[in-house]
């Protein structure tokens, strides 16, 4: 079936490091999504990705969709204890096929 | 414009009874989504409604849950004779078109089984 997985699974950094998730898929995505998930909250919406290559910026966020449309990433610049949360990507179909998640924890 | 609400937000039961999970969708949207999160893992697709019908209930295990989507009213997600392996978060999301596009999620509901 279909699997989407993340890379890494776990991540610990300090305050101002540069953060990155890596979001694999064994089949070609049409569009991918990125949603984060705050510690005890629900997920939010906070890009897709249509175009092959596709690179779209939000402040200190980069998503990046990949040439063959199998991949995706999320980097963030100069980290913040508000980036604290999970990171998943997820593949819209008629419904959300959830990546494995990427658990990011920053110390101040 | 209220997002997704979700009831309750918290739900303890003991093993064999049943829960009753509440969602209203955002106004103006009328297809509707149920997740499961299990402590610490991801979210796992569960069924998709439209009002009155099932779309795709593809993720349901089969027995013991049900979900509706009346005419009026909210999406219910129904879960008979609990065990403790159904102690997880209970996301709904609702979309306005149900193709590609953003979906909002609720708050969730925590159940407990005991």
């Known amino acids: 079936g279909q699997q989407v997985m993340q890379i890494p699974q776990y991540q610990h950094v300090q305050e101002g490091e540069d953060f990155t998730t890596y979001c694999n898929s064994s089949?070609?995505?049409?569009?991918i999504q990125w949603y984060k998930q705050r510690p005890g909250g629900h997920p939010v919406f906070l890009i897709q990705?249509?175009?092959?290559?596709e690179v779209k910026k939000q402040k200190r966020l980069t998503f990046q969709f990949g040439e063959a449309k199998k991949n995706s990433s999320l980097h963030i610049t100069a980290t913040q204890t508000t980036d604290v949360g999970t990171y998943f990507c997820a593949e819209p179909t008629d419904k959300l096929i959830f990546g494995t998640g990427t658990r990011l924890q920053v110390f101040p | 414009n209220a997002g997704v609400m979700q009831n309750p937000r918290h739900l303890v039961r003991r093993r064999g009874q049943e829960a009753r999970l509440r969602c209203s969708p955002m106004?103006?949207?009328?297809?509707v989504y149920w997740y499961r999160q299990l402590p610490e893992e991801g979210l796992k697709f569960m069924v998709y409604l439209q009002k009155e019908n099932i779309i795709d209930e593809s993720g349901m295990p089969k027995e013991r849950f049900s979900a509706e989507f009346p005419k009026e009213g909210p999406s219910i997600l129904r879960i008979q004779q609990v065990v403790r392996g159904d102690s997880a978060a209970y996301f709904c999301?609702?979309?306005?078109?149900?193709?590609?596009?953003?979906?909002?999620f609720g708050p969730g509901t925590r159940l407990t089984v005991t």
């Open positions: 106004k103006g949207h009328s297809h």
């Open positions: 990705l249509v175009k092959s290559g």
């Open positions: 089949t070609t995505l049409s569009n």
């Open positions: 999301a609702s979309s306005p078109t149900g193709q590609d596009v953003e979906q909002y």
